[in-house]
């Protein structure tokens, strides 16, 4: 009778798959929501500033129009201006617009570069990375420059 009351030891599986009920959601089961900047989250849309690999050309092209918006609106204003050109609040608004515009122009350039220099890096490229690195740091420097005029200014 003692034998009947003993359940039989069974060996533990050696293996276990733990397969989620839901293989459509990748954050089902989980209890925090995967890293922001991952495929997951932005789907079919394009990082303006990817975390790894090579940075997209979109950079340069903000950069470049924000640069130039900043810069051709201030020449703009300043040669044709003129029922506004005597008054203080015209000045502050032109060398803000100037100085702050250029100064995000620049900084996104010096991300730009700082990302290509990182991607030239992991590729076995040490002479470009580091001409991307010098042009970052070059870049980074005329932003606080511009900020600098701007504050320096008001």
Same mark, same amino acid.
Not at 12 to 37: C, M, R, T, W, Y
């Given at each position: 009778?003692?034998?009947?009351?003993?359940?039989?030891?069974?060996?533990?599986?050696?293996?276990?798959?733990?397969?989620?009920?839901?293989?459509?959601?990748?954050?089902?089961?989980?209890?925090?929501?995967?890293?922001?900047?991952?495929?997951?989250?932005?789907?079919?849309?394009?990082?303006?500033?990817?975390?790894?690999?090579?940075?997209?050309?979109?950079?340069?092209?903000?950069? =470049?129009?924000?640069?130039? *918006?900043?810069?051709?609106? $201030?020449?703009? +204003? %300043? !040669?044709?201006? @003129?029922?506004?050109?005597?008054?203080?609040?015209?000045?502050?608004?032109?060398?803000?617009?100037?100085?702050?515009?250029?100064?995000?122009?620049?900084?996104?350039?010096?991300?730009?570069?700082?990302?290509?220099?990182?991607?030239?890096?992991?590729?076995? =490229?040490?002479?470009?990375? *580091?001409?991307?690195?010098? $042009?970052?740091? +070059? %870049? !980074?420097?005329? @932003?606080?420059?511009?900020?600098?005029?701007?504050?320096?200014?008001?």
């Amino acid at each position: 009778m003692d034998e009947e009351a003993r359940p039989e030891k069974k060996r533990p599986p050696k293996s276990v798959v733990i397969q989620s009920a839901n293989l459509e959601d990748p954050n089902h089961g989980k209890k925090f929501l995967g890293f922001p900047g991952s495929q997951e989250h932005y789907g079919g849309n394009q990082v303006f500033i990817p975390v790894e690999g090579k940075p997209t050309n979109i950079l340069i092209l903000i950069s =470049s129009i924000i640069i130039f *918006v900043s810069t051709g609106g $201030v020449l703009y +204003f %300043f !040669f044709e201006g @003129t029922m506004y050109r005597n008054t203080n609040q015209f000045e502050d608004l032109l060398c803000c617009i100037f100085c702050n515009g250029n100064a995000i122009g620049l900084a996104l350039l010096g991300v730009f570069n700082t990302q290509y220099g990182k991607w030239q890096s992991d590729r076995g =490229s040490k002479f470009s990375s *580091v001409t991307s690195y010098f $042009v970052a740091a +070059f %870049f !980074f420097i005329l @932003t606080v420059v511009s900020f600098g005029f701007w504050i320096s200014f008001q």
